[in-house]
């Protein structure tokens, strides 16, 4: 689905359906066998576990372990490629950046994304990224339109705040789910991990040259004025005013939705404690007023219908699915029987033509059904 969004070819988005596939069909989720598999994707499932094995174990297991797979996961001319040639060529990748090694294999023509799709494709990754927990599905879009709507107040570029918005919590993905998810409090190791996302968000960033310009501000978003902030305890004189609207922008969007830990705060909570923070010198005094009067002017969309013909009671249910919700929980806030929710997703599922729960969280984000 993320190839589909950020348009690579048809080829690719059948490749990266089969990579749970078997060479003797008992694979998931299509069972198919042999040759059905694209060649691409049998070649990546023996290099991907030739790669790990070889971390894991030492040589002589994992050949081992690779060699009574052989006609079964793997092809076997793959598989006899990969124990001839693997040692030479996971010593030549070792000895250089692997980085480096892998977009200069990249066969050609090499695709690029044109200009005129590129918000589209940031939106993707946006929406893909929010997936790492239920408690996040929205959050990055629902930053970077507010940081959007907040940027003329502060004289600053809408364009670079909202692409920045979209991009900041990128270094979630680095993050296990399980910290995302903890509804206790967290252990000073996983504290730890969760301070360093800015730092992976500014890592992507800086390794894709035409998003670059975008990683000091993305990075930069639970920085603070008084240097109280991470992941570099930047203080207000090194901190630029974009950086500082997106971290008022993200800390208004985070404080109104749900976390383990906590439930939302209303907006006008989450504007007092704006406030507080401001007077306190953590947040900047001007983003706090442009980011509370952006929020402020916000209006749900007047539709004349949903999408894909879903009903009102429809939406009810996706939008409550989206945020995470059993059907027992959807249940009861809509008043209904979970057995009622149950039918209700079927529809859902059948009109979207999805099968999955993130699959239809995906269509949620990608309709604007989610934080509206």
Not at 200 to 229: W, Y
Not at 248 to 272: K, N, Q, V
């Amino acid at each position: 689905m993320l190839a589909r969004r950020i348009g690579l070819s048809d080829s690719v988005q059948l490749a990266l359906q089969c990579v749970y596939e078997r060479w003797d069909g008992k694979g998931l989720p299509n069972r198919i066998a042999g040759e059905e598999i694209p060649v691409s994707c049998r070649v990546a499932i023996v290099a991907r576990d030739y790669e790990l094995l070889n971390r894991m174990l030492d040589h002589e297991a994992a050949t081992k372990f690779l060699r009574e797979r052989k006609g079964r996961a793997y092809e076997p001319r793959v598989l006899d490629a990969a124990l001839e040639f693997g040692p030479a060529l996971i010593g030549q990748i070792e000895e250089g950046s692997l980085w480096d090694a892998v977009l200069e294999a990249e066969p050609g023509p090499q695709v690029t994304i044109e200009d005129a799709h590129i918000d589209e494709v940031l939106s993707a990754f946006a929406h893909f990224v929010d997936l790492k927990s239920h408690y996040l599905h929205g959050h990055s879009s629902g930053v970077a339109a507010l940081a959007e709507r907040a940027a003329p107040a502060c004289e600053l570029d809408p364009t670079l705040l909202r692409r920045a918005g979209l991009l900041h919590d990128l270094g979630r993905v680095a993050v296990p789910s399980g910290i995302w998810n903890k509804e206790g409090s967290l252990s000073q190791g996983e504290w730890e991990q969760v301070r360093l996302h800015p730092y992976f968000t500014q890592r992507i960033l800086t390794r894709c040259g035409p998003l670059e310009d975008l990683a000091e501000v993305s990075s930069s978003h639970h920085e603070r004025m008084d240097g109280s902030g991470y992941h570099r305890g930047t203080k207000a004189p090194s901190l630029s005013s974009e950086a500082r609207l997106l971290a008022t922008a993200d800390a208004f969007r985070a404080m109104t939705e749900r976390r383990p830990h906590r439930g939302a705060l209303s907006p006008r909570r989450a504007a007092e404690e704006l406030e507080r923070s401001s007077a306190e010198g953590r947040l900047d005094v001007q983003c706090v007023r442009a980011v509370l009067q952006a929020a402020g002017e916000s209006r749900r969309p007047v539709r004349s219908a949903w999408p894909a013909n879903l009903t009102d009671r429809e939406v009810e249910v996706l939008r409550l699915l989206a945020s995470g919700l059993s059907n027992k929980q959807i249940a009861g806030a809509l008043t209904l029987s979970p057995k009622t929710v149950g039918h209700h997703i079927e529809h859902i599922y059948a009109k979207i033509q999805v099968s999955t729960r993130p699959g239809a969280t995906l269509f949620a984000l990608e309709q604007g059904l989610v934080g509206v």
